[in-house]
């Protein structure tokens, strides 16, 4: 009887450690996030004219809690020159997210936490965004001068950078993967190097043609490749789906077994509370009430309340109309001891309260 071979273990395609090597100088980032970030990059790169497109585009949410942590260092400047046809914006409209997907280039949102308020404009670019993941992803757009409907493909690599302020969407939120940053210690400051483009320009290009060359070489049946679901994953659908795209990636690359692990890694340490921000708004309202003994107080009274708040700083009465609307809650004109103001009663937020606390 012959004896049982050992499984061949995968080749490492080298092409990874060079983009790892690049982002690691001028970036800190734990062994999973960079493994994380290199294959983004050759998934990004999927997205050529010559090569076969994924089905699915996982978002990555470069994030951090403070200031001078490395968020725009990582995901607008260092993957700004790896990813395939990168741009970078801020303060985004519907309008430029979707002409600019329909480039199939790599979009970069820095400063997202401004995109999240309230209003029926956010909404609209919330579910421009939502839209772009997967293929056919589109919306549509009448064309005066054709005389007819256009519709806009959105489905393009996306890149959202800023300060988790809370108010992301879950729905946006569950279609990223999440890179945490941290602010670097005195130690870990001396082993990075400033990032200044135009010192790097060759090898750069050199980089990138790289990257080109390997995607045409490996792009044709890289979607057909359908991975086993990450066990610590499996009951959440979306995580499974937009892992698929890396893990296809990884199959070529050799390092599908160790991106398994740092897949699971990054979405067990920023594993969400089952409170949102919407629920713990009701919350903080309910603690108002009772802190005043009231059954009545001014939208004033509530926004300066919601604001102690970081999650909360940028909500204002038009965000707050908004937000209570979808609890079915609206303020009103109440007569006060000062005179009447827009106000809420206690009665108002009764059922939300009972629903949803």
Not at 145 to 171: C, R
Not at 172 to 194: F, G, L, N, W, Y
Not at 203 to 227: C, F, I, K, Q
Not at 262 to 288: C, R, W
Request: proline fraction near 4%.
């Amino acid at each position: 009887m012959a004896a049982k071979r050992n499984p061949t273990t995968p080749k490492k395609d080298p092409i990874i450690g060079k983009i790892s090597d690049f982002i690691s100088r001028y970036v800190t980032l734990p062994a999973s996030e960079l493994l994380i970030c290199s294959h983004y990059v050759l998934h990004t790169h999927q997205f050529s004219e010559r090569c076969q497109q994924p089905v699915i585009t996982p978002y990555l949410y470069v994030y951090s809690a403070e200031k001078r942590s490395g968020k725009s260092r990582l995901g607008i400047d260092v993957m700004g020159v790896l990813c395939r046809n990168f741009q970078g914006v801020n303060n985004v409209t519907t309008a430029t997210l979707f002409r600019l997907a329909a480039t199939r280039c790599t979009l970069a949102i820095d400063e997202v936490d401004m995109l999240f308020g309230g209003g029926k404009a956010n909404d609209d670019l919330v579910g421009t965004m939502n839209t772009g993941y997967r293929m056919g992803g589109y919306v549509p757009r009448y064309d005066s001068k054709a005389g007819e409907v256009v519709h806009f493909s959105t489905f393009a690599p996306k890149i959202f950078v800023g300060i988790d302020n809370g108010m992301m969407k879950d729905t946006t939120r569950d279609r990223c993967i999440p890179i945490h940053m941290h602010r670097q210690t005195s130690e870990e400051a001396t082993k990075v190097q400033p990032f200044y483009s135009y010192r790097n320009e060759e090898e750069v290009a050199a980089l990138n043609a790289e990257m080109y060359d390997w995607s045409l070489e490996h792009t044709v049946g890289m979607r057909d490749y359908d991975p086993e679901p990450i066990p610590s994953i499996a009951d959440n659908d979306r995580q499974v789906e937009v892992s698929v795209p890396l893990l296809q990636v990884a199959r070529v690359t050799g390092y599908e077994k160790e991106l398994r692990e740092a897949i699971a890694d990054v979405f067990e340490k920023n594993a969400q509370p089952e409170n949102s921000a919407e629920t713990d708004m009701l919350l903080l309202i309910q603690e108002l009430f009772d802190e005043l003994g009231q059954e009545r107080v001014t939208s004033e009274a509530v926004l300066a309340k919601l604001q102690e708040d970081q999650r909360f700083r940028g909500l204002n009465g038009k965000g707050l109309s908004h937000k209570l609307g979808a609890y079915g809650i609206a303020s009103k004109t109440i007569r006060f001891a000062s005179g009447p103001k827009r106000g809420f009663e206690r009665k108002m937020f009764l059922d939300a309260w009972e629903r949803y606390l």
